[in-house]
């Protein structure tokens, strides 16, 4: 319900607050040093747990990735 949203809200506006390591964390990288991992996503699909950004990437889910036959099928989308 509206307490659910409400919370999911909160959540993401205090990781998005802590988007600023990202570019910390590529500094950090660049100089030698550890960056924590976590798989990638995007943030309406996937919710609060991409947050806060700055993270080594290891890895995509996927379920979430097009399949063949649906890249297949959207690559003729275009012609009329």
């Known amino acids: 319900g509206a ?3 409400l ?3 909160v959540e993401i506006r ?3 607050a802590q988007t600023d390591e990202e570019l910390d964390a590529v500094a950090h ?3 030698g ?3 924590r991992p976590a798989v990638g996503g995007d943030l309406i699909r ?3 747990g991409v947050l806060p950004t700055g993270r080594n990437i290891h ?3 996927p379920f979430r ?3 063949a036959a649906a890249a297949a099928r959207a690559s003729g989308g275009g012609k009329a």
């Open 33 to 35: 040093g550890y960056v």
């Open 14 to 16: 205090q990781k998005l």
């Open 29 to 31: 990288a660049l100089g």
């Open 7 to 9: 919370t999911q809200a």
């Open 59 to 61: 890895a995509l889910d």
């Open 46 to 48: 996937d919710g609060a």
């Open 3 to 5: 307490a659910s949203l």
């Open 65 to 67: 990735v097009p399949s």
